[in-house]
């Protein structure tokens, strides 16, 4: 932004607009935001202790671990939007900065070596222009030092969108989806799985359950995690704190 843009266009909050010090959030708009600090290790429910949920002790995901850096809910659910289809820029800077700070200030580690981002099909991608997973795996890759690898998933057929679905219907639109050269992956055994919104987990589950048969383990991150209907209110009220 040069000088003119800036006496022009002031900065202000990107969700209320009321005049800031740059083009983030307003202290009132961020403080809807609900940080991730404990929670399931391996699907990322939110907790006050941080212990296998019920779900996962009865059915363990494929994956070795999930965490995601925000509940999906209120204004961190919004910017989404802003970012996924009104195609803001600076929407995109403010999420992905995001999860790069939340690597750093909670000392993320796994024994990943390789950081995959969740594609898109190819059409929906020159529909759209960007894939929100690509960006945020570049993220993670300045705050890890690990490399993105984009030529082992791929998308091969369009399926339609999985809003509205149940998850068993989100599971049958998923199979078949996904592609797994394992070539590209250049001999890394561990990946990082890296997706914005983890919804039933079901587009993961896929994914995850493809390296697998290739002797390839997966840890997962998202940007956002969606809380099950009956668990917003109290999960929320426990675990989730604000920043
Ligand atoms: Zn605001
Ligand atoms: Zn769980």
Redesign the pocket.
């Known amino acids: 932004m040069n000088w003119l843009e800036r006496l022009l266009f002031p900065p202000s909050c990107q969700l209320c607009g009321v005049p800031t010090t740059n083009d983030t959030l307003c202290a009132h708009c961020a403080s809807d935001i609900h940080v991730i600090d404990t929670a399931?290790p391996?699907?990322a429910?939110p907790n006050d202790d941080g212990s296998?949920?019920a779900?996962?002790s009865q059915q363990p995901p494929y994956w070795q671990s999930a965490h995601s850096c925000f509940v999906y809910d209120g204004n961190l659910a919004e910017l989404i939007r802003h970012w996924k289809y009104r195609k803001q820029r600076v929407a995109q800077a403010l999420l992905c900065n995001a999860m790069t700070a939340w690597l750093v200030e909670t000392q993320f580690i796994t024994t990943a070596t390789a950081i995959v981002p969740v594609p898109l099909h190819r059409n929906k991608l020159r529909q759209r222009g960007f894939n929100t997973s690509y960006h945020l795996a570049q993220a993670a890759s300045k705050a890890l030092n690990l490399p993105v690898i984009t030529q082992a998933l791929t998308r091969k057929q369009h399926t339609q969108s999985q809003a509205g679905l149940s998850k068993i219907e989100r599971h049958r639109n998923l199979l078949g989806a996904f592609d797994l050269n394992i070539a590209a992956l250049k001999q890394h055994e561990h990946v990082l799985l890296i997706d914005d919104v983890y919804t039933t987990g079901a587009t993961a589950q896929i994914c995850t359950q493809l390296f697998q048969d290739k002797q390839v383990n997966v840890h997962l991150l998202t940007l956002a995690r969606a809380l099950p209907p009956n668990e917003v209110a109290q999960s929320l009220a426990i675990t989730a704190t604000k920043p």
């Open positions: 399931c391996l699907c429910l296998v949920c779900s996962c």
